[in-house]
């Protein structure tokens, strides 16, 4: 193969360093998060439409579902359920958000 494919490749051409310095997205270091659980036993589609909710809020979030579940496309029980995380120090902001954003549809199932 040519040129035409080391040019193809960004990593593969040792000449263009500002590829690869605009590629680096985190900085590096050894700070350690820790995720906690903010809400279970989800629908995978809701658990979907909470995290959009919350990165709105400009809280990052993660949905955690056990992969056979994805695999086989279960969306109930055990091997279903999806469970969203948060940073922990955005925990009570995001569980304040999830409250106000929901309790207005719970109010109005029981209607």
């Not at 360093?17 to 903010?38: F, K, L, N, Q």
């Not at 902001?93 to 409250?99: G, Q, R």
């Amino acid at each position: 193969m040519g040129d035409s494919f080391a040019d193809a490749l960004p990593w593969s051409n040792q000449e263009n360093d500002s590829i690869e310095d605009s590629a680096e997205t985190t900085p590096s270091g050894t700070e350690s998060v820790r995720w906690v659980v903010v809400a279970e036993n989800l629908n995978p589609g809701e658990a979907v439409i909470v995290k959009g909710r919350l990165e709105s809020e400009g809280i990052p979030a993660i949905v955690q579902q056990e992969a056979m579940g994805i695999v086989l496309g279960l969306t109930v029980g055990p091997l279903g359920a999806a469970r969203l995380l948060v940073p922990e120090p955005h925990a009570d902001n995001a569980l304040t958000i999830l409250a106000e954003t929901f309790e207005t549809d719970e109010a109005e199932a029981e209607d």
